[in-house]
């Protein structure tokens, strides 16, 4: 089991926002593979105020209250509950502990600026978020968003931390997950599988009217999967040169210093994609809602 800790802005549930960090906490758990120490919460796809209470009701939902939620902060390193819990987790486990990082990195940034250690003790910090290219979908220039909502943030952690796997946008972009494919779970005979989709349907038709498309990119599991099942990817071991200018658009390439990462690619999408739903059929098995 690997000791993992989730740093997200989990909107799932929430009009209007996106639904990825809480499916990927879900896969996370469904992996077999996850001893989740902990959530904690960041801004980005909304904030704080709305992540954190949002977070602890979801952990509940999907019966999993007992994992601790502990809130960031938007600002203030010394008040930050998430960034403590960083430090602390990584004192204990010294090596052990990875980090899925699915929103802004500022519990990441404030964890290094009260630990110079921090990240030296971090097993290994997987990302979502970033961009090599402009992210282009049906045609629609999508902004990034995880890295460019705290630029500063961003740029600290890819030129201090160390063990780097980023799913950019781009890469996210080689997994298409059909609503044809997902209104399968209705059929099957699990209430939390039926609730999953009944919970996912707004995020489908609210893409189907901004880019045309019947399907959504599941962008936070990717992040996940690259850290807990590194046989579904390819290593490719890209060189980037952040710099805190390209960081304001999460841009990767810029004018700073050469830095080593790893942007894994998929083997295989569509194995990828159903072994997604297999873990979510592995968590339906470990909590069911009614």
């Keep these: 089991m690997k000791k993992i800790i989730i740093d997200c802005d989990n909107t799932f549930g ?18 077999g593979k996850c001893d989740l120490l902990g959530v904690t919460t960041t801004f980005g796809n909304n904030t704080l105020e709305v992540v954190t209470p949002n977070t602890i009701s979801f952990m509940k939902q999907i019966g999993m209250n007992q ?23 990584t004192k204990k486990h010294p090596g052990e502990v990875s980090i899925v990082a699915m929103g802004s990195l500022t519990n990441l940034y404030h964890a290094w600026l009260l630990d110079a250690e921090f990240f030296d003790r971090v097993n290994a910090l997987s990302m979502m978020g970033g961009v090599t290219e402009s992210l282009i979908i049906m045609g629609k220039q999508l902004n990034e968003l995880n ?8 740029y600290t952690v890819l030129t201090k931390a160390k063990s780097i796997k980023i799913a950019t946008g781009n890469v996210c972009l080689d997994a298409l997950f059909t609503k044809e494919r997902f209104d399968k779970l209705k059929q099957n005979d699990a209430s939390f599988l039926q609730w999953l989709c009944n919970q996912g349907q707004y995020w489908f038709a609210r893409e189907k009217e901004y880019f045309g498309h019947d399907g959504i990119y599941k962008w936070d599991i990717y992040a996940a999967a690259a850290i807990l099942h590194l046989e579904l990817f390819n290593q490719n071991e890209v060189e980037i040169s952040p710099d805190p200018e390209s960081m304001k658009t999460g841009h990767l390439i810029g004018q700073g210093q050469r830095i080593l990462v790893d942007i894994p690619t998929l083997k295989d999408s569509a194995g990828y994609i159903e072994h997604v739903y297999k873990c979510y059929d592995a968590f339906s098995g470990l909590r069911n809602i009614v």
């Excluded at 890295?147 to 961003?154: G, L, Q, V």
């Design 14 to 31: 929430v009009e209007g926002c996106d639904l990825d960090d809480g499916l990927a906490i879900i896969y996370a758990l469904g992996t």
């Design 67 to 89: 994992i601790p939620v502990y809130p960031g902060h938007a600002e203030d390193a010394a008040k930050n509950e998430a960034a403590a819990f960083l430090i602390e987790a």
């Design 147 to 154: 890295f460019s909502c705290n630029s500063i943030a961003a």
